[in-house]
């Protein structure tokens, strides 16, 4: 399995993980999805997108499905970033244990797609 499919099922999962899971999911990003239309905001909006993206990067053959991907891991964790400073939220280790997840897996998937070539000749 390429980097980018590694890259591409952390995203896919973590969608499932807010579809089957909304109440856990949100707490653990410290959403509150305390009444029924939270949760189900949290499995649409959260779980329903990144489960999508990731499945559909995972089954594509196509490289722009990985890259969506990577851009999409990059985005929050650009926007996790100048949250941080305009907000100030609370952070823990699951704060920056997601950032670390965001900026990893979205390097990992826009990284090259290597290709098996011909064998060196000798």
């Given amino acids: 399995m390429n980097a980018g499919r590694i890259s591409s099922a952390a995203l896919m999962a973590a969608g499932l993980a807010g579809v089957v899971m909304p109440v856990r999911f949100a707490a653990a990003l410290d959403l509150p999805a305390t009444t029924g239309r939270g949760r189900t ?7 329903g997108t990144y489960a ?8 594509s053959r196509e490289p722009v499905a990985r890259r969506a991907v990577g851009v999409a891991w990059l985005g929050a964790a650009a926007v996790r970033l100048g949250s941080t400073a305009v907000d100030r939220p609370r952070t823990d280790w699951v704060y920056w244990a997601s950032l670390a997840m965001e900026l990893g897996f979205g390097a990992t998937a826009l990284a090259p797609l290597t290709r098996p070539g011909p064998a060196p000749s000798p």
Avoid at 41 to 47: H, P
């Fill in 41 to 47: 905001e949290t499995r649409a909006g959260l779980g």
């Fill in 52 to 59: 999508a993206l990731g499945g559909w990067a995972l089954v």
